[in-house]
């Protein structure tokens, strides 16, 4: 059996001997926080930034000045001045009568030039510049509306111009 006295006597010696060690702890904590807080600082003072100030103009109105610059226009002709059913620069053309094979684009007018690419029946094009007359057509040129990097020489033959909408 265990001798209920000799347990006694070891809490009355750990009770003591953790309250001091405890206190040890907590004034060396205190002392390393103070040393930290003293011996951490510069006693220099920093060098300061310079602080610049960007002054920010305000809004004053300005009176711009109307002077219309007339340029003429390299292609005069317009849809507005072209008899109904006629193709003329700035018409919009649609693709006819290729049966599905669909019209070449080409890089200049004539039947030998680079074909940039194939135009489908039904798709819209403005004309940008024509009529130049090569190899028995009438060649235009097209460019999409939606795309201005779409844009080629094409026969008038397969071209029929849109009618404007009142």
């Known amino acids: 059996m265990v001798d ?5 006597s070891n809490r009355s010696i750990i009770r003591p001997i953790t ?4 206190l040890i702890l ?16 510069d006693p220099r003072p920093q060098s300061e930034v310079p602080m610049a100030l960007t002054r920010v103009p305000a809004f004053t109105p300005t009176k711009k000045s109307i002077q219309s610059t007339v340029t003429p226009s ?3 002709t317009s849809i507005f001045f072209l ?14 009568g290729t049966e599905g094979a669909g019209l070449r684009m080409r890089a200049d007018p004539g039947l030998n030039t680079a074909i940039n690419f194939t135009a489908l029946d039904s798709e ?3 004309v940008i510049d024509g009529p130049v007359e090569l190899d028995g ?3 235009w040129h097209l460019e999409a509306p939606y795309d ?5 020489w094409s026969a008038g033959d397969f071209l029929t111009p849109i009618e404007e909408e009142n």
């Open 19 to 22: 309250l001091i060690i405890s």
């Open 26 to 41: 907590v004034i060396g904590l205190i002392l390393i926080a103070l040393v930290i807080l003293f011996l951490g600082r």
């Open 137 to 139: 057509y009438t060649w």
């Open 124 to 126: 819209v094009f403005l």
């Open 74 to 76: 390299p292609t005069p």
């Open 4 to 8: 209920p006295s000799k347990n006694n």
């Open 83 to 96: 008899p109904e059913g006629t193709i003329g620069v700035g018409a919009y053309v649609q693709v006819i």
């Open 148 to 152: 201005k990097n779409r844009s080629g």
